[in-house]
């Protein structure tokens, strides 16, 4: 078990929304993940610690997305994401969590996510979401670049492939925080 004080620790949920989970991902099948994210944010709630819900979205005419000369761009469908793309999944949210969205990977960089963090006193942040090595990933990375201790709940993230998954947690997570399960995190006053 990981010991984490429920006054100091959040759950930051990256991209469990209608758009992503569908999509076919390993190791994890997007509803396996939702399911143990949603027992894994209901142990926070019941703690009194906050969760997090993170998602991504862009305007009509993606004007507000990143545009860096890369080799594999982004490319939004014709015609652009269907209207309900940027909801999160059905039954994930409830009163008194945090929402915030996103128009990059990463859930920092442009939003008030360490704000709403410090304001609160979290110095630990426990991640799950979709793309392990895309949103969750590049959060971890900030928050271990802004100072949190960063823990990533292993069944509760899933990737566009099992190599990708695996090799974030056998090369990447260890050296920004801790890895673990949803069911080893356990809550303390």
Excluded: C
Excluded at 24 to 53: E, I, N, Q, Y
Excluded at 118 to 130: A, E, F, N, S
């Amino acid at each position: 078990m990981m010991s984490l004080p429920a006054s100091r620790t959040a759950l930051v949920l990256i991209d469990l929304q209608k758009g992503i989970v569908g999509r076919a991902l390993a190791p994890h099948p997007g509803d396996d993940v939702v399911a143990r994210s949603k027992r894994l944010a209901g142990r926070f709630r019941a703690a009194g610690a906050p969760v997090v819900l993170v998602n991504v979205a862009f305007s009509a005419d993606f004007a507000d997305a990143v545009r860096t000369p890369v080799d594999r761009p982004f490319s939004p469908p014709p015609g652009g994401f269907p209207e309900d793309w940027t909801e999160l999944v059905d039954g994930l949210a409830e009163p008194g969590d945090l929402t915030v969205t996103k128009r990059q990977w990463g859930a920092f960089y442009g939003t008030d996510l360490d704000l709403q963090l410090r304001r609160r006193g979290i110095t630990t942040i426990v991640l799950g979401g979709i793309a392990t090595n895309m949103g969750v990933e590049s959060t971890a990375r900030a928050a271990h670049e802004h100072g949190y201790a960063v823990v990533v709940a292993e069944d509760a993230t899933s990737g566009l492939s099992a190599d990708m998954h695996g090799f974030a947690f056998e090369h990447i997570f260890p050296m920004l925080g801790r890895v673990t399960t949803t069911d080893a995190v356990e809550l303390t006053a």
